[in-house]
């Protein structure tokens, strides 16, 4: 089957009719409208710079729920040990320029278009960042979109010992405060496994997505409040 090309209105071909790899759809833009109406059906845009932009629609899909989240001994004593300042929504730009920057080596999605997008999703409160300094400086943290109860991971970095981990586990610590119910991984990999996500099929999966995104509107920006 084709895969279905986007025109200028704001639709996309059901989930279901993904390749078996998870291409869903190519082309469009990164207009914060289209790429609302593409996560709140799950699907989300990951491509290199000298390709049309292409949309996915995985299966299975790696979620992980805050109340199953696997907390290792050694990031436990790291988080005790207060050796980094956790906080969120202050530096959006730097965290996403500093995904994109660790992974220039081998290849990013994260380019200069991938990024303005997702910063003006962050004006527009539907992006959020959670950052670790230490010494007053960035060294770890993650972004992702936020609708309703559920976190979209999109990247992390790390430029110093477990910098990401406890970013993520902040995420988690503070998933209640935040009113979020599932953070989504997209693809498997190991490291996420360890901290306790699971796979859906993707009905499981898009029901997990009717049941918990039902309102799309922004967020203030977030405060991690201990």
Not at 9 to 27: I, R
Not at 106 to 122: E, P, S, V
Not at 198 to 204: F, G, N, P, S, V
Request: aromatic share 10%; glycine share 6%; charged share 20%.
């Amino acid at each position: 089957m084709p895969v279905f090309r986007l025109t200028k209105e704001l639709v996309f071909p059901p989930p279901e009719l993904a390749e078996p790899d998870g291409l869903l759809a190519v082309g469009g833009d990164l207009s914060p409208q289209r790429l609302l109406a593409a996560y709140e059906q799950g699907i989300f845009p990951w491509y290199s710079g000298d390709e049309p932009i292409l949309w996915w629609s995985l299966s299975p899909r790696l979620v992980l729920f805050p109340e199953e989240f696997h907390l290792p001994r050694s990031l436990a004593r790291t988080i005790k040990r207060g050796v980094y300042q956790v906080s969120a929504d202050t530096a959006f730009a730097e965290v996403i320029a500093a995904c994109a920057a660790v992974r220039q080596e081998t290849g990013t999605w994260i380019n200069q278009d991938m990024q303005a997008a997702y910063i003006r999703l962050h004006d527009l409160g539907f992006a959020h960042s959670v950052e670790c300094r230490f010494e007053g400086k960035l060294v770890g943290g993650l972004y992702g979109v936020c609708l309703d109860r559920m976190f979209f991971g999109e990247s992390m970095f790390s430029l110093r010992g477990d910098a990401s981990k406890v970013a993520l586990a902040a995420l988690v610590s503070h998933a209640k405060q935040l009113d979020i119910q599932a953070i989504d991984c997209q693809m498997t990999t190991a490291h996420m496994l360890r901290f306790g996500s699971r796979e859906l099929d993707r009905q499981a999966f898009q029901e997990l997505l009717e049941q918990l995104v039902q309102r799309i509107q922004p967020q203030p920006r977030w405060l991690l409040q201990d």
